[in-house]
């Protein structure tokens, strides 16, 4: 387990520290993962290679669940506002290649829907209720932009990483 910590680790916490912007609370949530790792191991079991997506998309659950604890707490008029400084850290933590370039290049309603529910933690249903759209459409906009993300990452410095 410590050979996968230390090999792992760094991978995962990347994708964590952006989005929650404190160290602390980065390395519980990373914790967390590794717990999951521990406890229920067949869950990740496959190739070797693709272990680190399977932490990072574990990782994503445990900072959207985080959020939506922290979102569960504030005050409902700041519930739905997409944090500019989270793509910022994000990009910092790609080597400034830029996800927010990808973004950029998304449609509107796509990248809009990519914030929400990536860096907002908000579902299928709260985003087809905060924007007044569709929830099929949401669900379409956000698997269109999660593609062009994943390729992006895919052939970004990411990808060595992992």
Known sequence: M????????????SCILPVVREEEVAEELLHMVFLQLW???AKFQGAEGALAGR???SARHCVVDHLRQQRAQMPSG???TVDDTKVQAINSATNGKGISRVLEQLPEEERKVFQLAYF???THAEISAHMGTPLNR???????A???VRRFVRQGPLASAM
């Open 146 to 148: 999660s593609a062009t």
């Open 120 to 122: 907002e933690g908000m």
């Open 39 to 41: 406890e229920q191991p």
């Open 2 to 13: 410590m050979t996968l910590y230390d090999r792992y680790s760094h991978v995962v916490y």
């Open 55 to 57: 932490l990072a998309v």
């Open 78 to 80: 700041k519930r739905h």
């Open 138 to 144: 949401v669900k379409a906009h956000l698997q269109q």
